[in-house]
């Protein structure tokens, strides 16, 4: 018995808006309470066959536009798929402008040793494996959680909470630890995943923090503000380099899930209706082989942990794990430089921008250290991770809760941060949060915005995909959109990678004929989108738009 028929992948139900999740804390437009589940939890609405408004008629054939260096093909039936709100996510949430980001995540290295007793935590690796007060929240028990999670709340967005699971938290915030492990029992207490006095203030007395009781206080105090979902854990297959202070051995493949299981048992004894996000594994040796895990054997750890995580929801009676949770920050390189810092010459740029491509393109094969060894030929990671769950838990959705292509404060990051998100609407995704990686950050908000609130009065992209395809994928991507409750409106995002404006013939294959398109740009003139004027539609649901060098565009298409 499954406790959430849980929707993935490109045939999701339209209109299964905010996936189905309890919407309050989403900020896309639902009523306060859609959704949620009176435990405060992220209910699960297993509906999937509500009506699509197509209009009453069947789709106007389009005229032809003319020559142009590159057609673009839209079909609103085609292809038709709920986009879910939570691809819109960031780990660092700007304060001041949120740039559409639609939730945030709490998340990172600082949380594998979380004591949320205390607020205590260890920098591990990242600074003398110290114990210290850096998340903040003072003497309040979650006050480091409370803190941001309220933010988000306020601010209309959800949260992605992580779960301590490797064993051990901090117990003191005096300064750095032992890294070898040796620390344990003295500077760190035990986790463990149940066991916790339910209802009250933890006791600081009993030596041992429990995940059931965390998860309770969540629900008491956050959960009825807004979106809560719960993530096991962060990037163990790097806990012994990160975090050998707790952690000093390499993880397993049999411990991983079995810390897997027991703390997503805790999580849903507690809110039944919890989504839960797991393994969250860091990068492309993880999805493999855990890093080189001493019982990998040879057995792909995705496939391993899904089939696991099947057997284990075999065993409980109800689903323990919703959302396969990944980190990707791409290998791709150009020029022999990596995309993900800040450089911005001709050959890592170009790269950067087509490195999207290796999130879905079988055509496209990367410069990487991927590529020559590891996934024969293209990547097409979500694809790819979608076959496996098709394999060995099917019902299970997709998440990259790290992710950053570089070059943020630059046009070539801006357009494939676009690019990306484009992607994840298109291709299913259940949720996605950036990651900060420099202080620039301009052209990546640009982005968000050019999604989420391209004319600066709220306008976003559509919450339902349909198809839309180019005839030169390598120097142009569009993505199309419509809203699910009419038929009256279409937005479209063109990309043009390439060093030259292009002129683009768009044909739209729609039940309703448009007159106007208004235009919104992101070039390298501008990190925030320009309202570029209107287009007057003199053919039926055809026309031409320029496409300048290096930019996104939005355009808005109104009867």
Not at 227 to 248: A, G, K, M, R
Not at 446 to 471: C, K, L
Not at 517 to 533: E, K
Request: with cysteine.
């Amino acid at each position: 018995m499954t406790r959430a028929a849980f929707l993935v992948g490109p045939v999701l139900a339209v209109h299964a808006l905010c996936f189905v999740i309890g919407c309050g804390g989403g900020g896309d437009g639902a009523p306060e309470d859609a959704g949620r589940n009176t435990d405060g939890g992220g209910g699960m609405d297993q509906s999937t066959d509500q009506a699509i408004d197509l209009g009453p008629e069947e789709p106007i054939t389009p005229d032809d536009p003319g020559a142009a260096d590159v057609r673009l093909e839209v079909a609103s039936a085609v292809d038709r798929h709920a986009i879910s709100p939570w691809i819109y996510g960031s780990n660092q949430v700007d304060d001041g402008d949120t740039h559409g980001v639609s939730i945030g995540r709490i998340g990172g290295n600082r949380w594998t040793a979380y004591n949320w007793e205390t607020n205590a935590s260890n920098a591990g690796s990242d600074y003398l494996y110290q114990n210290d007060t850096y998340l903040g929240g003072g003497s309040a028990p979650g006050g480091a959680v409370a803190g941001p999670v309220g933010d988000l709340h306020d601010a209309d967005l959800g949260a992605l909470i992580t779960v301590p699971i490797a064993g051990w938290v901090s117990a003191d915030t005096t300064g750095p630890t032992p890294s070898d492990g040796s620390g344990r029992g003295t500077r760190f207490l035990p986790t463990e995943a149940s066991g916790g006095s339910l209802g009250g203030a933890p006791s600081l007395s009993d030596g041992t923090v429990y995940t059931d009781e965390f998860v309770d206080w969540v629900r008491r105090t956050l959960m009825p503000d807004g979106t809560v979902f719960f993530s096991l854990d962060n990037e163990p297959d790097l806990w012994s380099s990160t975090h050998s202070e707790i952690h000093p051995a390499a993880v397993t493949y049999d411990e991983l899930v079995t810390r897997n299981v027991e703390h997503a048992t805790a999580i849903t004894s507690v809110v039944p209706s919890a989504v839960v996000f797991g393994p969250v594994n860091y990068g492309y040796a993880g999805f493999m082989n855990l890093q080189a895990a001493p019982d990998a054997m040879g057995r792909d750890f995705i496939d391993f942990y899904l089939g696991a995580m099947s057997d284990a929801e075999e065993s409980a009676g109800r689903r323990l794990v919703d959302v396969l949770d990944v980190h990707w920050y791409p290998e791709a390189q150009g020029g022999g430089v990596r995309i993900t810092g800040d450089q911005t010459g001709d050959a890592v740029a170009n790269a950067r921008m087509q490195a999207p491509r290796s999130l879905w393109d079988a055509s496209y094969v990367e410069t990487s250290w991927i590529t020559n060894c590891c996934s024969d030929g293209a990547i097409r990671l979500i694809p790819r991770l979608q076959d496996k769950i098709d394999a060995h838990y099917p019902g299970t959705g997709i998440a990259i809760t790290e992710y950053n292509y570089g070059a943020a404060g630059h046009i070539s990051g801006g357009v494939a941060q676009a690019d990306v998100l484009g992607i994840f609407g298109r291709e299913g995704l259940f949720a996605a949060m950036w990651w900060q990686l420099s202080s620039e950050r301009a052209f990546v908000d640009g982005a968000f915005e050019m999604f989420r609130d391209f004319d600066g009065s709220g306008a976003r992209f559509g919450d339902t995909s349909i198809a839309a395809t180019t005839s030169d994928v390598e120097r142009v991507s569009v993505y199309g959109s419509v809203d699910a409750a009419t038929s009256g409106r279409m937005v479209l995002v063109a990309i043009n990678r390439s060093g030259q404006a292009l002129s683009a013939g768009i044909r739209i294959a729609h039940t309703r004929q448009f007159g106007t398109a208004r235009v919104f740009r992101l070039t390298a003139a501008s990190s925030s989108p320009v309202a570029d004027g209107s287009v007057t539609l003199s053919l039926t649901n055809a026309l031409t738009v320029m496409l300048p060098a290096r930019s996104v565009t939005t355009l808005e298409l109104l009867p």
